[in-house]
């Protein structure tokens, strides 16, 4: 691979950048091999960005985008191909697929949208190996991946007795062989009990065999993750998602985080992330009265300062949820009668598939899309508050610029809510037609860059325009002081960047991609005293025959990862 160089101007923009406090002042961003810079050379090459807003890169704090679950949803939905995107030129190639893209239209759409990183929310260890192929042939933005552990054997056996220096030290060994990023939980305890044709849908309920309950599980995950310092929090997907009433059970878990200190030196200050919160925010007993609790969720989160949360928009599309949360994949197949995949992951976790519509004329979807925009027009920290939708499960990732379209415009959002044929209800239902609060270009790159990758521990790479970090940049056709009336333009310039560089080299024009990048993939490398037990017992449990492959054939190899951002994470105990 040919070395990143050259000099690069872009000059005369409207530049956003919370990290620097920095809202709409027209200047320039410096670049030289792949790194911005105070200054380059009268040779450089400048890209004109006089009336254009200039952003860092975007950072996608959640999305499902590479792994088994992903080709078990392409597979079985042919007809999520029908959704095909332009005519494919040099260099670009065939690009397909809709809420489930193949990992070429996954890289270029991501570009287009100006995003340069994108972390893979739930990775299956034993899988990791084919998560890290794909992560290594989607084109130009860099990526990570977060192994799950909230359904975890060994997890759950070390926590039941309150091993917590045991369970950070498997959380070490497990993220250096997977090549991972941090420590996701899904449906902690649930997705176990699963299993045994059962669920935890409330944080003290007990998941069979192993006597543990979900609360005792984040707990001792969040004090694992600490006594590591990793460089991000514990990344939550709570129990009782998508249900009637499950607000309680969301507040319950939450609550966990009371009075925790984080320990890294990354520069987060948050010590869990509850993720697709969206889903997680509902009121009522049935569906009958299925209703919006994000205030009540977003009280709550403006007030602990040690959570950090993403959205999970529902974007009214059809789409395909996936998720390690297998019992919950079940019970929407029960709901919808639609195609169902489900697989248990040996002793780690397991995953559900089940194509779904969410249809606006539908109550439930109505309150939903509100619920996820409420969450973010609550929100009084847009760097604790991301903007994604869980990709795909409540749509897209593609329809990133149309949530920012809603959050930005009241009139875009009313135009939907009006559409509705049964608005009053839904009205009735949400407090959306209430809120008239506008989100700013400012808080949306906070929601969608600084905040993000801070969240991450990613601050030293990504989302910010500060001199020495990677040169992620975007050029947006927006101009700062004149936004533009028709709230579909918003939409349009966040879909298609006029320009992004991505590691200092210019990878979109006009909407257009010219090149493939040099893209680099993220993981950390927890460094900490030997753990003889847990040595010991990881061996036995390969010796025994408890997993299908061998000890030597788990971890991932080098090359599906080459060309890597290595964090390494020193532990002093």
Same mark, same amino acid.
């Given at each position: 691979? !040919? ?12 530049i ?5 406090? *920095? ?5 320039? %961003? ?10 380059? !050379? ?26 088994? +679950?992903v ?12 959704? +095909? ?15 489930? #893209? ?16 994108? $972390? ?8 990791? =190996?084919? &998560?890290?192929? /794909? *992560?290594?042939?989607? #084109? ?8 799950v552990?909230?359904?975890?054997w ?9 091993? %917590? ?10 993220l250096?062989?997977?090549?991972g ?12 009990a ?13 998941? #069979?065999?192993?006597e ?5 599980? *984040? ?5 694992a ?28 878990s ?29 009121g ?21 300062k040690? *959570? ?5 928009? &529902? ?8 998720t390690?949360?297998?019992?919950f994949?079940h ?16 002793? /780690? ?5 089940v ?8 109550? =439930? ?8 925009? /409420? ?27 149309? %949530?920012?379209?809603?959050? $930005?415009n ?10 509705? +044929? ?14 008239d ?17 801070k ?8 989302g ?10 975007? %050029? ?49 490398? =927890?460094? $900490?005293?030997?753990n003889?037990?847990? +040595?010991r ?26 060309? #890597? ?9």
């Open positions: 691979m !040919s070395e990143i160089k050259g000099e690069i101007l872009i000059k005369g923009g409207f956003v950048d919370p990290t620097q406090k *920095i809202n709409g002042d027209v200047g320039d %961003v410096a670049i030289r091999d792949g790194k911005i810079v105070d200054k380059v !050379s009268s040779a450089a090459k400048v890209i004109d960005a006089k009336g254009r807003v200039v952003m860092s890169g975007g950072v996608d704090v959640h999305s499902h985008v590479a792994g088994p +679950k080709n078990v949803g392409r597979i079985i939905r042919p007809e999520d191909k029908l959704f +095909k995107s332009g005519v494919t030129h040099d260099p670009t190639r065939m690009e397909i697929g809709f809420s489930i #893209p193949s990992v070429l239209k996954t890289g270029y759409d991501y570009a287009r949208m100006g995003y340069g990183f994108v $972390m893979e929310a739930a990775m299956p260890p034993i899988h990791a =190996p084919h &998560v890290h192929e /794909e *992560i290594h042939d989607t #084109p130009i933005i860099d990526e990570g991946a977060l192994p552990f909230g359904n975890n060994f997890v759950m056996e070390y926590l039941k007795k309150g091993e %917590v220096e045991n369970t950070a030290a498997y959380i070490a060994w497990l250096k062989a997977t090549k990023y941090g420590v996701k939980v899904v449906n902690p305890g649930g997705t176990a699963w299993a045994w044709g059962m669920n935890c849908l409330g944080i003290e309920d007990h998941v #069979p065999y192993f543990i309950t979900p609360h005792e599980i *984040i707990t001792g995950l969040m004090a993750n600490e006594y590591l310092g990793l460089p991000h929090s514990i990344h939550v997907h709570q129990n009782n998602l998508g249900n009637p009433g499950n607000y309680p059970t969301t507040l319950a939450l609550k966990l985080a009371e009075g925790v200190k984080t320990k890294n030196k990354f520069g987060r200050e948050q010590v869990m992330h509850s993720t697709h919160l969206q889903f997680h925010s509902y009522g007993d049935s569906w009958a009265n299925f209703c919006s609790k994000a205030k009540e969720v977003m009280d709550y989160v403006n007030k602990q040690n *959570i950090t949360i993403d959205l999970g928009c &529902v974007t009214l599309d059809e789409t395909t949820t996936m390690a949360d297998g019992p994949e019970h929407l197949h029960a709901l919808n009668h639609l195609k169902w995949a489900n697989v248990d992951v040996e002793m /780690e976790t397991a995953a559900g598939v194509p779904y519509i969410y249809d606006k004329n539908v109550v =439930p979807n109505g309150v939903q899309w509100a619920t996820g925009l /409420e969450l973010a027009l609550y929100a009084k920290d847009p760097m604790r508050t991301f903007i994604t939708t869980d990709h795909p499960n409540a749509g897209p990732f593609i329809r990133y610029p149309r %949530v920012i379209k809603w959050l $930005m009241q009139k875009s959002r009313e135009a939907v809510l009006a559409s509705m +044929k049964k608005v009053d209800k839904v009205i009735d239902l949400t407090n959306i037609h209430t809120l609060r506008e989100l700013t270009l400012y808080e949306i790159a906070a929601m969608t860059r600084a905040g993000p990758a969240c991450l521990g990613l601050t030293n790479l990504y910010s325009l500060k001199p020495g970090m990677i040169a992620d940049v975007a %050029v947006y056709d927006l101009n700062f002081n004149n936004m533009p009336s028709d709230p579909e333009k918003i939409e349009s310039a966040f879909l298609n960047s006029s320009c992004f560089v991505k590691s200092g080299e210019i990878v979109v024009r006009d909407g257009e991609v010219i090149s493939h990048g040099h893209k680099k993939t993220v993981w950390v490398n =927890p460094i $900490m005293k030997e003889p037990q847990v +040595k017992d990881v061996a036995e449990s390969f010796n025994k025959g408890y997993y299908t492959v061998g000890l030597t054939n788990y971890p991932v190899r080098e090359y599906l990862a080459p060309h #890597p951002f290595v964090i390494d994470v020193n532990v002093e105990a």
